[in-house]
Every structure is written in C-alpha cells, then in structure tokens.
C-alpha cells in the first residue's frame, strides 16, 4: 500500500471509527496553538505512527497510544518546526525543577520543595521520582516514559499509573506544604 493510500485510509479510519477520539484531538491541538488548517493533517500523522509502532504486547490499547505519540511526540516535534511554545506537562508535573542557581532564592525554596516531597512521599514513589530526575539528567530524549520504564524494569502501564500517583501525590503535599509556611 502506497503512502499516499494508507494516508486517506487511516485519516478514514480515524474519523470513522473513533470520531470523538478525533474530536478531543482536534480541540487539543487547538488549544496547544495549532492552526486549523494543520491540525488533520497532524492527526494523521499521529495515526500512521501509531499504526507503524503500536505493539499490544505493552498492555495498551491503540488509542492509548495515539496519545502518547500526540503528546509526546508529535506536538512536540510540531512546536520545534513552527517555534510553537512546547506546552506538554513534564514527568514532574507539580514538582518545582530543583536545578538552578544555588544562591537564587527561588531555588534555594525549590530544594526546600523537593526535600518536603521526599520526606513525606511513599518510598516507591520517591524511587520513581528519583528515576525521573535521573533519566532527565542523562538524556534529552522525548521518550522519558519508556525510559524511566525501562531503568525501573516496569511496564509502561505501570510508569504511567506511577507518574498519576506521584502527581496526585505531590499535588497533595505541595498544598499542605504550602499552608504549613504561609
């Protein structure tokens, strides 16, 4: 099958087999400042690669994994071409970025932050978000996830659900923290 043919197949596929999924899309890019007029052609691109790397041996379904490559990849690589601002959430979501100026204050604060964290986070947490610093500091790759997964020895479903807990976690703890020194 000829690019250009697999091309309107899956932009068909896509549309008419999961329109509110294209929908969500649609209005996500949107959002993220995509133009209208680039946001199908985006879709479909997400879908080819999604249909060219999907593997159902790592416990997703491909929908699933449409969105990762939207989020993670694509986009992304979209905000680069069009200097677009990348505005996809990080793997430490919530959790100040402790690197910086030792002498500024606000990172003097973040360090602060992120010990608060360590201290009161569950230890598989803690492990897992050290992972995340860690594989940040060696790489520069788009596919974090995989590779936290991957050091860890978990699945991606895991590191996903992983990188929810320690979210919501943090959220959690960043609020009390933040009523403890007001």
Known sequence: MTRAKAETTTSSVIEAHYPNQYKRMFGFLGS??????????LINDTWLKTMETFDPAKGIDPIQWA????????LPAYGRRKGIRDRQLSAN????????EEDDESAGGAMEIVNYLKAHLPRDLVVFMDAICSVKAKTHSEHIYA???????????ECRNRVKRLRRASLKLLHQWEKKTS
């Open 147 to 157: 590779e936290v997964a991957g050091s860890l020895k978990v699945s991606m479903k």
């Open 93 to 100: 979501d919530g959790l100040p970025d402790p690197a910086g």
């Open 67 to 74: 969105w990762w490559l939207l989020q993670r990849n694509i």
């Open 32 to 41: 993220s400042g995509v133009p209208e007029n680039e946001r199908h052609d």
